[in-house]
């Protein structure tokens, strides 16, 4: 069975499924080449089919993550364009009036300046939906929507009769946690966190008899608000909420105890952790005025640590109380809320828990590839399905587009054939460069393959990389690439916890606070590992080895490959701009090592 898995809105994402097998995913921003954006995601289609060797003809569904989907933010492409000024306004212009004047605010007025109708399907389209829209989040406006994006599905499918379903936004994230996942059976709890989807922030589910998934729990978006309520800090904190969040994260270990006491007693003050549920001190009017005020006059580093203690309590507590009520050991977790390595490391080090696999990017662009599971758990009953080998779904690099780009660098720089050897001796050096090689990864975490390299034990790397290529904020960490063998000299595992995808968080050995000490957070030494092997990319492990060889050191620094403020780079072309635009030394292609220097 082939099935198109869509998530649609912020980091808008197409995946194919053929047979149980998930072939390709990627998220429309790496073709626009605009961050986060959610325009309907063509050329991602295109992309998943062509690497599938099928066409539109062959496909027996089309699945769409989400039963009622906000027309808002696509339509004003909130995700990719809105500013910090913009957020700010919709808190001025439309949420304070309506939530502390009850006045009857219209949102598309506020922001018409927003609204992007030059967008596919085009004007005329988007037109005649506006005129059914009712406001920023109408029930009423659903149906009116579903069938504009269903009739634009079939134009450029080129075919009416395929079937389009949606699926409910949390089954969708828990299908991807555990069906993409080895880590199955009956001892499995699969839980999902984040800030809203189809009315939800959490859910619980087990493993029927027959083997499906089975929702036995699930908290509603005003019951559960930790996600919420992180996005509003990252706001306050003058920061853009549904991107830097992590900023957040990064931020918080920098802060003393006395610092954040105040801070947190304000977050722990809210909501708490009763049983599976959730109970209130103090209720929140909203989320933004309310911690606003009451955190006014304590410092920035104070405001993130506090926050990141009370999530990681929250977090902890909530899952612990799960695992133990549900009698389970292992725990498959996905959703935003799972993004927080911190918490994470935290959690594969309660006594209770066995085993955890948090897949990688499990933020609403995975829920693609969640749809493609859910579908055939729930509406075909198929178990015969695939765990996730690797995240290496997108696009392969162009050998034609490299030999052009190899052409021009001719010109004006040094280039020499690529082999491991040669690329580990140049790290050695001091070399950092960027490496655009085999299948792009899917997601967030760069994974090797569209990656900026480093020696991780030169901590003079961090301010090169942070200032001349990324222009990263001063306080935010770098992790590594770690060799799978040797993920237990560099970190602190007793239970053997794997992290392919960069997706939890570890303490460092005494080793690793020196063998990586350029990848670690320089705060409190804590790192969120890549491991990788040959089964699962060959060719990047080859090249860590060679470094191992010539440094003792199985592991390199590894941050994605893109100037700030950018997607992830797709090929060549985009390769060799970044190198460029930046103070890259080299960037590694396919066959081709390009230098500034010589080498």
């Known amino acids: 069975m082939k099935i198109l898995g869509l998530s649609l809105g912020e980091?808008?994402?197409?995946?194919?499924?053929?047979?149980?097998?998930?072939?390709?995913?990627?998220?429309?921003?790496?073709?626009?080449?605009?961050?986060?954006?959610?325009?309907?995601?063509?050329?991602?289609?295109r992309y998943v089919l062509e690497t599938g060797g099928i066409t539109a003809s062959d496909l027996d569904r089309v699945v769409i993550a989400g039963v009622e989907l906000n027309v808002s933010t696509h339509i004003m492409r909130t995700y990719s364009s809105w500013k910090i000024s913009d957020y700010i306004r919709s808190m001025d212009d439309y949420w304070y009036p309506k939530l502390y004047e009850k006045k009857d605010v219209d949102f598309y007025k506020v922001f018409k300046d927003k609204i992007d109708i030059n967008q596919a399907p085009g004007p005329e389209?988007?037109?005649?939906?506006?005129?059914?829209?009712?406001?920023?989040y109408s029930t009423k406006d659903w149906p009116h929507y579903k069938a504009f994006l269903h009739d634009y599905f079939y134009s450029i499918l080129g075919r009416t009769d395929i079937p389009i379903v949606h699926l409910d936004h949390h089954t969708c994230h828990a299908a991807y946690a555990y069906w993409g996942s080895i880590c199955r059976g009956e001892d499995v709890l699969t839980l999902t966190a984040d800030a809203y989807g189809d009315g939800l922030s959490s859910t619980i589910s087990v493993i029927k008899k027959d083997g499906g998934l089975k929702r036995v729990h699930e908290l509603g978006s005003n019951e559960f608000t930790l996600a919420r309520?992180?996005?509003?800090?990252?706001?306050?904190?003058?920061?853009?909420?549904?991107?830097?969040?992590?900023?957040?994260?990064?931020?918080?270990?920098?802060?003393?105890?006395?610092?954040?006491k105040k801070p947190y007693e304000v977050f722990s003050s809210t909501m708490q952790v009763n049983g599976l549920s959730m109970v209130y001190k103090n209720k929140p009017k909203d989320y933004y005025y309310w911690f606003r005020?009451?955190?006014?006059?304590?410092?920035?580093?104070?405001?993130a640590g506090g926050l990141q203690k009370y999530t990681e309590e929250i977090v902890l507590k909530y899952i612990s109380n799960a695992l133990k009520s549900k009698k389970k050991t292992k725990l498959a977790y996905s959703g935003g809320v799972s993004m927080n390595i911190k918490t994470n490391m935290l959690l594969h080090e309660e006594s209770v828990l066995k085993e955890l696999y948090v897949p990688g990017s499990g933020g609403d662009e995975s829920l693609a590839i969640g749809a493609c599971y859910a579908y055939m758990d729930q509406e075909i009953g198929s178990r015969e399905l695939t765990p996730l080998a690797n995240l290496y779904l997108g696009p392969d690099m162009d050998l034609?587009?490299?030999?052009?780009?190899?052409?021009?660098?001719?010109?004006?720089?040094?280039?020499?054939?690529?082999?491991?050897?040669?690329?580990?001796?140049?790290l050695a050096k001091g070399f950092a460069f960027g490496r655009a090689v085999?299948?792009?990864?899917?997601?967030?975490?760069?994974?090797?393959?569209?990656?900026?390299?480093?020696?991780?034990?030169?901590?003079d790397t961090i301010g090169v990389i942070n200032e001349k290529i990324k222009n990263r904020d001063f306080w935010m960490p770098f992790a590594p690439s770690v060799l799978r063998e040797d993920l237990s000299e560099y970190t602190v595992n007793p239970k053997n916890i794997d992290s392919p995808f960069m997706s939890i968080g570890f303490r460092t050995t005494a080793k690793g606070k020196e063998a990586l000490r350029a990848a670690t957070h320089p705060s409190d030494a804590t790192v969120r590992p890549n491991t990788v092997t040959q089964k699962s990319n060959r060719e990047y492990y080859t090249l860590i080895n060679e470094f191992k060889k010539i440094t003792g050191v199985g592991g390199l620094l590894n941050t994605s490959f893109n100037l700030h403020g950018e997607p992830?780079?797709?090929?060549?072309?985009?390769?060799?701009?970044?190198?460029?635009?930046?103070?890259?030394?080299?960037?590694?292609?396919?066959?081709?090592?390009?230098?500034?220097?010589?080498f």
Not at 24 to 40: G, H, I, P
Not at 571 to 579: I, L, M, N, Q, T
């Open 11 to 45: 980091l808008s994402t197409a995946a194919l499924m053929v047979d149980g097998h998930i072939v390709a995913c990627v998220s429309e921003e790496r073709f626009t080449r605009k961050k986060n954006d959610e325009v309907l995601p063509e050329k991602s289609i």
């Open 125 to 136: 389209k988007w037109k005649k939906l506006l005129k059914n829209i009712k406001g920023y």
């Open 229 to 260: 309520l992180y996005r509003y800090v990252t706001l306050i904190l003058g920061m853009k909420p549904n991107e830097h969040e992590y900023k957040v994260m990064g931020l918080a270990p920098y802060a003393k105890e006395e610092i954040l």
């Open 293 to 303: 005020e009451r955190l006014n006059g304590s410092r920035f580093d104070g405001i």
């Open 400 to 426: 034609k587009e490299e030999a052009t780009v190899v052409s021009e660098a001719r010109k004006q720089f040094f280039v020499k054939e690529y082999n491991p050897t040669l690329a580990a001796q140049m």
């Open 438 to 459: 085999g299948r792009g990864e899917f997601g967030a975490r760069s994974l090797g393959n569209r990656a900026i390299l480093a020696d991780p034990r030169n901590f």
């Open 568 to 598: 992830i780079v797709n090929g060549s072309k985009d390769a060799y701009r970044v190198f460029l635009k930046s103070g890259l030394d080299a960037i590694i292609l396919p066959n081709w090592i390009i230098s500034k220097k010589e």
